[in-house]
């Protein structure tokens, strides 16, 4: 098997003397792929897997990415192929939720404007925004989804849930339009695809409160930066968090840095401390069950972009 | 009935014909407290009712503060008299409970780090901190300590109640210091008493973990602020976030501002949009009771000083 990315190592104790480990990087991965049975996609940030795919030709029969988003692997050849995908389910949904709802308390509650105040060593009280009884849209109704939705109705906040399309709990994209008008906290967790690539746009943002804050934990494309970042200085919007973006990471002379009311968060949501062990474990954890012929867990449906949940 | 303070104004539309209202300063209050049916005390932040206090003399036979804690009012005169106190318990439980979990969540995932790094332009991911799993202890098991329980609870964090006594779903002060040396979170939400003044000093800080945040919400004498600053500056504690002083407000330059680890809140976490309405509402329910000759809600054990919660 082939592991594509060591920075940092990826440990596979488990695998040692059952499996051949080939680490690559970009240079090596066309050469490898050909006579690989499986990939670990470990640098998930990389676009080489989709650049060095073997069309037609030999390929793995088995690919997992340690991530949850499967889009810079998608391509028409890996679609149409007889490879499974799997993804790292399971290890992000708890802490982007908690990262969620932090920044909607932050939010609501101007953490930022304090840290400010103290700065300058000035004591000002405000009164800030109660929580419970507001309203949330999270984009998105996959387990991060339905994970953010989960703890943000922990804390009172009224959730929308919306996905693809209607089902128990989960209300069908055509009336997100709907939903977008009367939200105080607009989330977007939604996998990057072909149909939703560019959703919040100039029309999203129009749409929204005056009083409302967007937040991204999905993908950067998922937003139409210029047009969020025209909402933000129009003050249609009232905020932003994005841990996301077209283009990682941020250069030091990118303009969002400085776009008022716009927060950057350098695509951590997920990350906590032991994420890299327990993706190795998750996929160690599939690779048993490979290599027992066994199905394999989080498979992802390639047409769709992702893994369907009921 | 007297009114103590006046900014902002207070509105009891619904007394308008009913009752007779002085609304009084620090100066005007000596020479209206013996004459006073009822004392509705809106600026809960002074000390000035306890100073003005008649001693055995003609008084209130009602006193409301708008406030959740009492401290600021107790005098034997008070406790001894059959005058009766009443707070705002109600008000202030979901707002605070909704900042403490923001702080906690801002802690562990580190936003004012990630802030920081976007005023510098600078890129950094940083894994953070997985919430679910840690331990908190809650100082406090009244209403606003059982409310941060709950919410803190709900984000997936082992929460231990701490009250006077223990009973059903509150361990007893005598185990606090156990639960000191395994919480990760150490809240102080405890209403301040004789008994309660002081009990976050130097032996409190040398039993947390040198991973510990200790949040104040309750009423700042409950810490003692030199031995925080040492414990902070020695790094026994990993951080702590203050919404509550020995002296309010801060002065500019009160060293506290400045101290690596301590974030300063105003005075604040309670305090929603719309709370000095629901203050001025709920007054006037209880003087809706108080007409009647109906029991009044939110009565205060003053030998206790605070409204015992089962």
Request: charged share 25%; aromatic share 8%.
């Amino acid at each position: 098997m082939v592991v594509f990315g060591d920075d940092p190592p990826v440990r596979l104790d488990r695998l040692a003397g059952r499996a051949k480990i080939l680490v690559c990087d970009e240079s090596s991965l066309p050469e490898l792929l050909p006579v690989a049975d499986a990939l670990l996609v470990w640098d998930f940030a990389s676009d080489a897997v989709r650049a060095a795919w073997p069309g037609s030709g030999p390929r793995p029969r088995w690919v997992h990415t340690a991530s949850a988003g499967v889009d810079r692997l998608m391509c028409t050849e890996l679609i149409e192929s007889d490879t499974v995908l799997t993804n790292a389910r399971g290890v992000f949904e708890q802490p982007i939720a908690e990262y969620v709802a932090g920044i909607v308390i932050a939010m609501a509650k101007d953490f930022y404007g304090s840290w400010e105040l103290q700065r300058q060593r000035r004591w000002r009280h405000r009164e800030t925004m109660r929580l419970a009884g507001t309203r949330a849209v999270v984009v998105g109704a996959g387990p991060i989804g339905r994970a953010i939705g989960h703890t943000l109705a922990a804390l009172g906040i009224v959730v929308d849930l919306v996905g693809r399309t209607a089902r128990e709990g989960v209300r069908g994209a055509d009336e997100l339009n709907g939903l977008l008008s009367e939200a105080d906290w607009v989330v977007c967790a939604a996998p990057l695809t072909d149909g939703t690539r560019g959703m919040f746009g100039r029309d999203a943002f129009a749409r929204m409160k005056s009083s409302a804050v967007f937040i991204n934990v999905g993908r950067g494309p998922l937003v139409v930066q210029d047009d969020l970042v025209t909402a933000l200085v129009a003050r249609h919007i009232a905020g932003a968090v994005l841990d996301v973006f077209e283009h990682e990471p941020l250069a030091a002379d990118d303009p969002l840095w400085d776009v008022p009311g716009l927060f950057v968060s350098p695509h951590m949501s997920g990350d906590t401390v032991g994420w890299r062990d327990q993706l190795a474990e998750q996929f160690q954890d599939n690779y048993d069950r490979w290599a027992a012929g066994e199905p394999l867990l989080n498979v992802v449906d390639k047409r769709l972009g992702y893994v369907p949940v009921d």
